[in-house]
Structures are given as structure tokens and as C-alpha cells.
């Protein structure tokens, strides 16, 4: 009795043995798929797709001309149009409360918004428009819906009398900007928001960009990326986007600003490089556009071929997809300009557009992403094919 029991148990284990190899070889195979998969997914430049989302930021305000936006480190969404200040009420929601007024004593009771940029600690800096002041403010003292507050100069924000077309977060207290006077080679300062209102540490850190202002980032490495907005002395024209090392730029720190046109090294010619950013691949996206031919849609660079140029070993041909993706989620192909930005929270990639300049008139985010990887839909297909074939036997 206890051998055939002994038989029974080895035969036992020995068809259960077999099935759970079986098994480790089939979540070994689907492990590699799931490992190509991924890979390619991880691939952000060439998978992200419309994810048919519209988001209606809030309508263009009174005394405006459009609608800025950004992204807060929570992932929700901040808007700047009229005199006030929107943010998403939850993540992802699209609908916007007013949280915050801006001191109708420093912009006239209205701004003109050019940019809206958020720092990761939170702090909110605004280019309210032309002639108007730099506002500065921390998230933690925007009011609630239904009570927002005033942004009461030198008690809940500051207001620098600074020039701004855009503008970048280097760090927490260094907010960089990009200028000009009409006629005049535009350049970049970086201002110091802990600096008195009243005479701002705003020292030129690039200088002679010869044309008309544009957007700024910064990279990993602290590499300054602006552009030439519009063709003004040269030689560089509408578009051309240069990137400038840390060493180079902080030499204007101590008075001797890089320029633009002889130290930049150039990345590409891409619209009016009018928003430049990164996302969390490392591309670069490119807003804007050049009404002489260059526009309806905004672009990515992808971060292996930017790799190349700083590395010296390569260029970028703009009209190679494998290198320069365009998206135009308006549809029409003649959007004047494209705003854009991205969501390292929720990994979206957005391009924002205008429906007209007018006070009521609607502004359009959409929002593309990148499709979750299937690594579970594969293993979980694999024990159900092996589940058939043990009943099939």
C-alpha cells in the first residue's frame, strides 16, 4: 500500500511539475514580449497619440487676448486670463475655479497674459503683458472657490517692473525671461524674485539674439534653449532655437552676457519657437509659429537626435519624422500658433489654440499621451491558452 501511495504521490508531483514548468516557460516567454513591449512603449516620441481629449480652458478674459496656461506639480491645470487666476478644480476634471484676483492697482484691472510658469516648489510666476509688471506668487495662498483673494502687491505676491515675453524656472528663486525693445536684438535676464520690487537683481544673461523674442527652457544639465521669435538684424531668423551651456550663460552673471549668435549652438528651425519645454523622455516640444509658411501645428524633437547635436555628432532634419514629429489635434492645418506644454504627472503632452482674440472667445487644450504598455494582458492570454489545453487534454 505505501508503494503504489509513493507511486501516486511521484506521478502527482511529476504531472504537476511539468505544468509548472510549463507555466514558467510560458510567463518566461511572455515576460520577453512584455519586456519588447515595453520597450517600445517606453518609446514616448514615437507612441504618443490623440488621446481625443479637449480640455476648455477658461474663456478668454476682459482686457485680454488670450488665455495662459500651465501645470501644477500636482498635475492639475492653472489658467490667467481677465484679471484672475483658474485652477482645475481635481486632477484631470477640465473645469476651472477662480481662486485668485490680481492687484488691480499694479495691472490696470486687467492683464494681457504672455506666459505662466510653475516652479516644482509651487511658486507661480505670470508675465501679466506689455508694460505691465512680472507677477510672483506661491500656490499655498490662492483662495478657495467661491472666496478667491486678491494677490495684494508686497502681502500675496510680488510684482517686478521687469520686461517678459517668457519665462522659466532655473530654480526656486531664479526665474529666467526672455525680452526685447521693438527694433532691437532681444535678449534673456534672469531675475531673482527674493530681490526688492523696487530694484530688481535682473542681470542679461544672453544677449543678441537678432530678432524678436521667443520661449526658454532649461535641461537636465542646466543647458539654456531659447529662440529667435522673428527675423530681425541676424543671421539668425523666425524659429531658430540655440542652446547655450550652463558656463556659458552664468558668465552674465558677473557682467559678460553669452550671445545668442555667435556662442548658441543651433538645434533647429521650428515655427517661432514660441514654447519650449521637455518632456519626461527628454524631447523637446516646440510651440508658435512663422506666418510665412512655418505654422498649424507644434513639434517634438526626439531626445536622441538632440542628443547628437550637443554632442556634436549630428544635426536635425526637420522633415524627417524619425526626428521631428508635428501634431495639429485643431485639424484645420492653419493654426496660426501653438501653445505647449507638458504633464509629468499624468505623462500628457498638450497643444493649446485660440478660437479667436475677443473677450468670451474659446481657447482649446488637447491632450495627447502614450499608450500603457499590455504586459499583463499577455501573461494573463498565456494561462488562459494553457488553461484550455489541459482541458482539451
Given at each position: 500500500?505505501?508503494?503504489?501511495?509513493?507511486?501516486?504521490?511521484?506521478?502527482?508531483?511529476?504531472?504537476?511539475?511539468?505544468?509548472?514548468?510549463?507555466?514558467?516557460?510560458?510567463c518566461a516567454v511572455g515576460l520577453l514580449f512584455a519586456a519588447a513591449s515595453d520597450t517600445v512603449v517606453a518609446d514616448d516620441f514615437s507612441s504618443y497619440v490623440d488621446s481625443g481629449r479637449r480640455i476648455a480652458m477658461p474663456a478668454i478674459g476682459d482686457g485680454s487676448f488670450s488665455t495662459a496656461?500651465?501645470?501644477?506639480?500636482?498635475?492639475?491645470?492653472?489658467?490667467?486670463?481677465?484679471?484672475g487666476v483658474y485652477v482645475e478644480s481635481a486632477l484631470g476634471s477640465g473645469n476651472f475655479d477662480l481662486l485668485a484676483e490680481f492687484d488691480a492697482a499694479r495691472t490696470g484691472g486687467s492683464v494681457?497674459?504672455?506666459?505662466?510658469?510653475?516652479?516644482?516648489?509651487?511658486?507661480?510666476?505670470?508675465?501679466?503683458?506689455?508694460?505691465?509688471p512680472v507677477a510672483v506668487f506661491d500656490m499655498d495662498d490662492l483662495g478657495t472657490p467661491g472666496s478667491p483673494v486678491v494677490l495684494q502687491a508686497g502681502v500675496l505676491a510680488d510684482y517686478f517692473s521687469v520686461p517678459h515675453f517668457s519665462?522659466?524656472?532655473?530654480?526656486?528663486?531664479?526665474?529666467?525671461?526672455?525680452?526685447?525693445?521693438?527694433?532691437?536684438p532681444a535678449f534673456v535676464s534672469l531675475l531673482d524674485?527674493?530681490?526688492?520690487?523696487?530694484?530688481?537683481?535682473?542681470?542679461?544673461?544672453?544677449?543678441?539674439?537678432?530678432?524678436?523674442?521667443?520661449?526658454?527652457?532649461?535641461?537636465?544639465?542646466?543647458?539654456?534653449?531659447?529662440?529667435?521669435g522673428f527675423t530681425g538684424s541676424g543671421p539668425s531668423e523666425t524659429g531658430y532655437i540655440m542652446a547655450l551651456e550652463a558656463d556659458q550663460w552664468q558668465q552674465g552673471?558677473?557682467?559678460?552676457?553669452?550671445?545668442?549668435?555667435?556662442?548658441?549652438?543651433?538645434?533647429a528651425d521650428l515655427l517661432s519657437a514660441g514654447s519650449l519645454g521637455f518632456d519626461a523622455?527628454?524631447?523637446l516640444f516646440v510651440g508658435g509659429g512663422d506666418f510665412m509658411g512655418d505654422f498649424g501645428y507644434f513639434a517634438l524633437i526626439n531626445n536622441d537626435d538632440l542628443a547628437d547635436v550637443l554632442a556634436g555628432t549630428g544635426t536635425i532634419d526637420i522633415n524627417d519624422p524619425q526626428q521631428v514629429r508635428r501634431f495639429d489635434p485643431e485639424g484645420s492645418g492653419s493654426t496660426g500658433?501653438?501653445?505647449?506644454?507638458?504633464?509629468?504627472?499624468?505623462?500628457?503632452?498638450?497643444?493649446?489654440?485660440?478660437?479667436?482674440?475677443?473677450?468670451?472667445?474659446?481657447?482649446?487644450?488637447?491632450?495627447?499621451?502614450?499608450?500603457?504598455?499590455?504586459?499583463?494582458?499577455?501573461?494573463?492570454?498565456?494561462?488562459?491558452?494553457?488553461?484550455r489545453r489541459r482541458h482539451v487534454q
Open positions: 500500500m505505501f508503494s503504489n501511495l509513493q507511486s501516486l504521490r511521484s506521478s502527482f508531483f511529476s504531472n504537476k511539475t511539468g505544468e509548472i514548468q510549463q507555466i514558467a516557460r510560458l496656461g500651465a501645470v501644477l506639480p500636482d498635475g492639475r491645470l492653472i489658467a490667467v486670463t481677465g484679471n494681457d497674459p504672455s506666459f505662466v510658469t510653475v516652479s516644482p516648489g509651487g511658486h507661480v510666476a505670470v508675465g501679466t503683458g506689455f508694460a505691465k519665462g522659466s524656472w532655473y530654480d526656486e528663486n531664479s526665474l529666467a525671461l526672455t525680452a526685447g525693445d521693438f527694433g532691437q524674485v527674493t530681490s526688492d520690487t523696487a530694484n530688481p537683481a535682473n542681470p542679461v544673461i544672453v544677449e543678441n539674439i537678432g530678432g524678436s523674442s521667443a520661449g526658454i527652457t532649461f535641461d537636465a544639465a542646466g543647458r539654456l534653449y531659447t529662440g529667435n552673471l558677473s557682467g559678460s552676457p553669452a550671445d545668442f549668435e555667435n556662442e548658441g549652438l543651433f538645434i523622455e527628454g524631447n500658433s501653438y501653445f505647449t506644454t507638458y504633464n509629468f504627472i499624468t505623462g500628457e503632452l498638450y497643444g493649446g489654440w485660440v478660437g479667436g482674440f475677443s473677450p468670451g472667445d474659446p481657447v482649446t487644450w488637447a491632450a495627447y499621451t502614450v499608450p500603457a504598455p499590455g504586459a499583463g494582458g499577455l501573461l494573463a492570454g498565456m494561462m488562459i491558452l494553457l488553461s
